[in-house]
């Protein structure tokens, strides 16, 4: 149905595959739904039974979830990309994403028991714990990595929930950042922003993101336009799963400079 779209955003940007529904601009929760079996189609599509999957959590990737069927792929092992919460839904959290997905996949999972954000000495503390280090570790070396990217209105997951202190929202907004991938916020080119946050994360960063074989990035909606950009210009997406409204606005932007050609 948007085969142009998905062709002239893999030529302009030069992505491996894209995947375009149709947006449902009355109800983003039908917009996710689309999302998420497209998402669980293309999953299932490039896994290998001896492949290593990491997923990050949230609404979108819970969608993804619920829509892989049993059986209809395989792999080695499940593994949670970034740091979770327990006052999130419990079918949006880490956990409950990696567990069910390894389920369905009839692979080992290895949820990241620990929190997304903290202060900077727990998260210091954590990463000398084995369990958690050889799970980031683990996320490091996917050999797919499927995650959404977040914005920074208040309707994104992690602000909704409180988990971003106002003056460090507003630190964010003042350095550029348009979004964030796994708790890691970035520009409009894709640089990650250099703030107290990002020593408080317990996630994979975006540079070894980057050095993944396959990165999929599952994201539709209006407010994540600019995140989805973000994410394209530096070199986090492979593959691509979008509505169409954010593929047309993406193809619009392509044809115009970046914020590092125009300064």
């Not at 601009?25 to 999953?43: F, H, I, K, V």
């Not at 892989?68 to 880490?94: F, P, W």
């Not at 998260?123 to 280090?133: A, E, F, T």
Request: glycine fraction near 10%; charged fraction near 20%; include cysteine.
């Amino acid at each position: 149905m948007f085969a142009d779209l998905e062709s002239g955003l893999e030529s302009a940007y030069g992505l491996r595959e894209v995947v375009v529904v149709a947006d449902a601009p009355d109800s983003e929760q039908a917009t996710l739904t689309r999302l998420g079996t497209a998402a669980a189609g293309l999953l299932t599509r490039r896994l290998s039974s001896g492949d290593r999957l990491g997923l990050a959590w949230g609404a979108t990737m819970a969608a993804m979830t619920d829509a892989v069927q049993v059986g209809a792929a395989d792999c080695a092992e499940v593994v949670q990309l970034d740091g979770s919460t327990s006052s999130v839904a419990y079918r949006t959290r880490g956990e409950y994403i990696v567990n069910h997905c390894a389920e369905m996949l009839k692979a080992t999972p290895y949820p990241l028991s620990a929190p997304l954000f903290a202060d900077a000495a727990t998260v210091r503390s954590l990463r000398k714990d084995s369990l958690i280090s050889q799970t980031i570790d683990r996320g490091r070396a996917c050999d797919i990595a499927m995650f959404s990217v977040g914005d920074l209105t208040t309707a994104s997951t992690l602000l909704r929930g409180s988990f971003i202190e106002s003056d460090v929202l507003a630190g964010l907004v003042a350095a550029g950042a348009v979004g964030d991938a796994c708790g890691r916020y970035f520009d409009l080119d894709g640089a990650e922003i250099d703030t107290p946050l990002a020593k408080r994360t317990v996630a994979v960063e975006l540079d070894q993101l980057r050095k993944c074989p396959c990165t999929a990035v599952v994201a539709g909606g209006e407010r994540k336009h600019e995140a989805i950009l973000g994410a394209v210009r530096g070199g986090l997406v492979d593959v691509l799963v979008t509505d169409d409204a954010a593929a047309s606005w993406l193809l619009d932007q392509a044809e115009q400079p970046t914020k590092a050609g125009a300064s």
